[in-house]
């Protein structure tokens, strides 16, 4: 039987965790100067596609209500935190097994030039954070209209 403690088995379960993640480009780490257990991070999954109107971004985020998440824009970067709570008496303390990251979590995304960011709308639904960003008006194609002359006789 094994006799190490329970933070021993914690701590080899979150290398195990950051092995996995990290493979999957959501790599958890520390918070800035925290060094508890609680304070570890994790970056939530993000997906993005672009309309003529509208850069369109998700964040997979179960388990997560509106107040406990920001999101704010600074400059040309949006970015999303807040944190994801475990659930109370789930299961007895050292039996429960998982794979869903709790604690707090953020993302920072480089926005790219051109977006009305005055008018960036999130929702929150199913899990899910959909944030929709309008393309500026400048930048959205403009179709020219283009004039045919008489044609000229070529001088022989």
Do not use: C
């Amino acid at each position: 039987m094994f006799t190490r403690s329970l933070d021993e088995i914690n701590e080899m379960r979150r290398s195990f965790d950051q092995l996995f993640e990290s493979f999957f480009n959501a790599t958890p780490r520390r918070a800035s100067g925290q060094t508890a257990s609680s304070d570890w991070v994790f970056a939530p999954a993000v997906e993005s596609g672009w309309t003529d109107d509208y850069l369109n971004l998700r964040v997979v985020i179960p388990g997560v209500t509106e107040k406990d998440m920001k999101v704010t824009v600074q400059g040309n970067q949006l970015y999303i935190s807040g944190e994801r709570k475990a659930p109370e008496n789930f299961g007895k303390e050292g039996y429960v097994w998982n794979q869903i990251p709790y604690g707090k979590f953020e993302r920072v995304l480089d926005l790219p030039a051109g977006l009305d960011l005055d008018k960036l709308q999130a929702h929150l639904h199913d899990g899910l954070l959909d944030i929709r960003i309008p393309v500026a008006s400048a930048m959205k194609p403009k179709q020219i209209q283009i004039t045919a002359a008489e044609p000229k006789e070529i001088a022989a």
